[in-house]
């Protein structure tokens, strides 16, 4: 299955900065996915990202908090943008690699704010 | 999406079978069941998934009640490093995105 190379894996960032998160696929897919794991949660999903267009968000997100990139087939990022305490969770990319081997996820990026 | 419930947590014991269950009363005939578990520290990794038939794969198998109302998850001999959250979460046939419930945390003792 494919291989998700997720960078930073962790981070501890001041209030009212912002932080860029990387997602590198080993193959080309159509669609890449963010999520979002608050603290002893389940995972949420923040928005899909499509080559060639904007994202598409799910409610209670937001493009100006959250902005996506999708430059080419195999990279995306995901900003967290102007941070409060609240936005400390990991936050995790997934692609969809065909029904025999369903979703595969990075390793996700353990955000802190202080 | 269609809503799955599950237990919050289960315990087994090492090289014993593990049975975790997950009710699906309002899923509709094009939904495919799919189980993903979450191992400590880790993003959630693909195990099994079916329609309607039940499924084998080396990791588990995925028995599927007639009227598709319910599934089980089955692993068949626990070892520690099976001790995860699982998620049973339902897809419908044209959609793109996966949407997790709460998953039953699984405990494993040895």
């Known amino acids: 299955s494919a291989v998700i190379s997720q960078k930073p894996s962790r981070d501890i960032c001041q209030r009212g900065t912002s932080l860029t998160i990387q997602c590198q696929v080993d193959?080309?897919?159509?669609?890449m996915f963010w999520y979002r794991q608050q603290p002893g949660q389940s995972l949420t999903l923040i928005a899909t990202a499509n080559q060639g267009s904007e994202a598409t968000y799910e409610s209670g997100f937001v493009i100006d908090k959250f902005p996506i990139s999708r430059p080419n087939l195999t990279f995306s990022t995901l900003t967290v943008s102007n941070m409060s305490p609240e936005d400390s969770s990991i936050y995790l990319c997934?692609?969809?690699?065909?029904?025999?081997?369903?979703?595969?996820f990075g390793s996700g990026t353990r955000l802190t704010v202080v | 999406d269609a809503k799955t419930t599950q237990p919050n947590s289960m315990e087994s014991n090492e090289e014993e079978p593990v049975h975790l269950p997950c009710n699906h009363s309002t899923i509709s005939g094009t939904d495919y069941i799919h189980w993903y578990r979450q191992l400590p520290s880790q993003g959630p990794e693909y195990v099994i998934h079916?329609?309607?038939s039940n499924v084998n794969n080396r990791m588990a198998s995925l028995a599927i009640a007639e009227d598709r109302k319910s599934s089980t998850l089955i692993l068949h001999r626990a070892t520690l490093r099976d001790a995860a959250v699982y998620y049973c979460i339902l897809r419908g046939q044209g959609a793109q995105k996966l949407v997790f419930g709460q998953g039953t945390r699984l405990t494993i003792n040895p």
């Open positions: 079916g329609l309607t």
């Open positions: 193959s080309q897919v159509t669609m």
């Open positions: 997934s692609v969809f690699r065909g029904l025999d081997y369903g979703y595969t």
